[in-house]
């Protein structure tokens, strides 16, 4: 069985289609019924909508609530991110505590509130950014809760260990995704630019790595940052 937080569109909900038509039982979570619903019905099978905001630590509750009534958890992962372009200087309070509120505490709640639940063996993915290695302009806040989640797993890869649970960070360079959409155009572009491989990815080759950290493909690989990113951060 798998959970994916943040599993109603983009990257999450490519990696759900994927693993439902590979045979997983998957939890998808996200903030907005609708899209929630519509979601469940696009995957179409082995699915349960769970509603909820990761960086509310109720809503994790009540998620893992109707997990724990269908069984264990083989795969976790916590894919929910916000990305924004506020350059050094302009940051506010505000801004800040949604950035780090969602990626970096959501996250690892997530994480532990899914310990009882977790198999022995399970696998826990965790989506970084091919950002949080470079320096991008505006991308400061983003970048640096990234870098958090990258340090987490090398703690968690010695503190789960004797559970035999590997985790490990997936690392998107730019995904064409709804959240990409939204943000500034020529930011994107000059991101685009500095990608070796000249593209966005699109969300289905992030799901196929994904499904790698997931299966017994990757049984030797734990505590690694992979990246997906073109080359982005490599060159
Ligand atoms: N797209 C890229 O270029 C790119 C590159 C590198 C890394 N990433 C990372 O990849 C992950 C997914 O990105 P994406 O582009 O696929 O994003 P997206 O298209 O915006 O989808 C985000 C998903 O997360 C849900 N979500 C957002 N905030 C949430 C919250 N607080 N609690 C629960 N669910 C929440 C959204 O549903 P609701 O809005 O209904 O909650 C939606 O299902 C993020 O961690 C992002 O930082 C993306």
Redesign the pocket.
């Given at each position: 069985m798998a959970v994916i937080?943040?599993?109603?569109?983009?990257?999450?909900?490519a990696t759900a289609t994927l693993f439902a038509n590979e045979g997983a039982y998957v939890f998808v979570?996200?903030?907005?019924q609708k899209?929630l619903d519509e979601a469940v019905a696009s995957i179409g099978k082995n699915v349960t909508g769970v509603q909820?905001?990761?960086?509310n630590p109720d809503d994790l509750d009540r998620l893992y609530e109707r997990v724990k009534a269908r069984g264990g958890i083989d795969i976790l992962f916590a894919?929910?991110?916000?990305?924004g372009f506020v350059p050094l200087g302009s940051i506010t309070e505000d801004y800040y505590d949604k950035m780090f509120d969602?990626n970096v505490k959501?996250l690892l709640f997530t994480v532990q509130k899914a310990l009882p639940l977790l198999n022995n063996g399970a696998s826990i993915i965790l989506?970084g950014?091919?950002?949080a290695a470079k320096g991008t302009p505006g991308f400061g806040v983003y970048a640096a809760s990234k870098a958090a989640i990258r340090s987490f797993v090398r703690t968690w890869t010695v503190e789960l260990k004797d559970r035999h649970i590997r985790s490990n960070v997936l690392s998107?360079?730019?995904?064409s995704?709804?959240?990409?959409a939204i943000q500034p155009p020529e930011a994107i572009a000059r991101i685009v630019a500095s990608v070796p491989m000249g593209r966005m990815a699109e969300?289905e080759e992030i799901a196929k790595a994904a499904l790698f950290l997931a299966s017994d493909e990757s049984s030797f690989i734990t505590g690694i940052e992979l990246f997906a990113d073109g080359g982005r951060a490599q060159v």
């Amino acid at each position: 069985m798998a959970v994916i937080t943040g599993g109603t569109r983009g990257i999450g909900l490519a990696t759900a289609t994927l693993f439902a038509n590979e045979g997983a039982y998957v939890f998808v979570t996200g903030r907005h019924q609708k899209e929630l619903d519509e979601a469940v019905a696009s995957i179409g099978k082995n699915v349960t909508g769970v509603q909820g905001d990761v960086a509310n630590p109720d809503d994790l509750d009540r998620l893992y609530e109707r997990v724990k009534a269908r069984g264990g958890i083989d795969i976790l992962f916590a894919n929910v991110g916000l990305g924004g372009f506020v350059p050094l200087g302009s940051i506010t309070e505000d801004y800040y505590d949604k950035m780090f509120d969602t990626n970096v505490k959501g996250l690892l709640f997530t994480v532990q509130k899914a310990l009882p639940l977790l198999n022995n063996g399970a696998s826990i993915i965790l989506t970084g950014s091919a950002a949080a290695a470079k320096g991008t302009p505006g991308f400061g806040v983003y970048a640096a809760s990234k870098a958090a989640i990258r340090s987490f797993v090398r703690t968690w890869t010695v503190e789960l260990k004797d559970r035999h649970i590997r985790s490990n960070v997936l690392s998107p360079g730019p995904v064409s995704t709804p959240q990409t959409a939204i943000q500034p155009p020529e930011a994107i572009a000059r991101i685009v630019a500095s990608v070796p491989m000249g593209r966005m990815a699109e969300p289905e080759e992030i799901a196929k790595a994904a499904l790698f950290l997931a299966s017994d493909e990757s049984s030797f690989i734990t505590g690694i940052e992979l990246f997906a990113d073109g080359g982005r951060a490599q060159v």
